[in-house]
């Protein structure tokens, strides 16, 4: 990768870091190359017997040899640097890829070789993976946190994730709903983050990746205290325009939604987040979980 690619990595909130193959996966490449090349001599060898000519029996011989590297070249190696990735070198990058849909290992492994075939280049199978997280962004999302089963957490990133969805609200709706809901990677210029704000963002994606991967169980409903339930939805229906709410589009976020709607549903991120804000702190654990748990209450956008 390139010194202005490094640097546009760096300005960019990513849900994944990059697939590292390292030098020891170049010589077990290598070794692959060589190992099916050995074998394809050895198929050689064997057939060479039924030709009479000897040049013929040795052009068998070669023929061999370079079919087998040739197959190692094309079908081995991509297997071999993919498994090596999730079982000798594995990280949190590969670990994740697995995670946010565990019954589909093997078809995201598949991609990653054919990407990797394909292009022979790291970057190739680094950005396979992401388009895997983007089309799994429901499992990989900062909603993760506020919905995870902890006293803190939810608390913790709700009062950095409030002031993070409001900047970015005002500044590129689109570009925020790409960032909060995981289904792109903007730029700390695109989402209008200062530097501390860009940092602060970082951390909590990498706090969910790690939720994430260690697989803690997702809160069940709180027993109602103070306000109530109904409340948040009441201020909402008086404060915002509710219209414009789309729940569903951040409850299934998908990267090819229309412009709008994913205008709307930062729109909609925004409006509840700061609603909750105005309730006292002590309410503010059980709101979190009553505005997002399992899925956003269906009552915000209900009829008046």
């Not at 070794?31 to 001599?41: K, N, P, S, W």
């Not at 999730?86 to 990280?91: L, Q, V």
């Not at 412009?259 to 059980?286: H, V």
């Amino acid at each position: 990768m390139s010194v202005p690619e490094l640097h546009a990595q760096a300005a960019k909130i990513l849900y994944t870091g990059p697939l590292k193959l390292g030098a020891g996966m170049d010589r077990l490449a290598i070794a692959t190359v060589i190992a099916c090349a050995v074998l394809g001599g050895v198929a050689g060898w064997g057939l060479a017997p039924r030709v009479n000519w000897v040049l013929a029996q040795a052009a068998v011989i070669l023929i061999g040899i370079a079919a087998g590297a040739g197959a190692g070249w094309q079908w081995a190696v991509p297997w071999v640097e993919e498994e090596w990735i999730f079982r000798a070198e594995p990280s949190p990058a590969s670990q994740i890829l697995l995670t946010v849909d565990p019954a589909g290992a093997a078809a995201m492994k598949q991609r990653l070789r054919r990407a990797y075939a394909n292009d022979r280049s790291q970057a190739a199978m680094a950005l396979e993976g992401e388009k895997w997280l983007e089309e799994h962004a429901q499992a990989n999302n900062v909603l993760v946190l506020l919905r995870v089963a902890d006293n803190t957490m939810p608390v913790r990133t709700y009062e950095q994730l409030y002031p993070l969805v409001k900047t970015a609200y005002e500044h590129d709706p689109i570009a925020c709903y790409h960032w909060f809901s995981g289904t792109g990677h903007p730029s700390a210029e695109q989402l209008g983050f200062s530097s501390d704000q860009f940092a602060i963002a970082r951390a909590v994606v990498e706090r969910m990746r790690a939720v994430v991967i260690t697989r803690l169980p997702a809160a069940l409903p709180l027993p109602d205290v103070g306000p109530g339930p109904q409340t948040l939805a009441r201020q909402l229906r008086a404060n915002w325009q509710v219209g414009r709410f789309d729940l569903d589009a951040v409850d299934h976020p998908r990267m090819d939604l229309p412009d709008e709607r994913k205008a709307n549903g930062c729109y909609t991120m925004n409006a509840i987040l700061s609603e909750i804000q105005r309730f006292d702190p002590k309410y503010r654990r059980y709101m979190i979980n009553n505005a997002f748990t399992p899925k956003l209450n269906p009552e915000f956008a209900a009829p008046r």
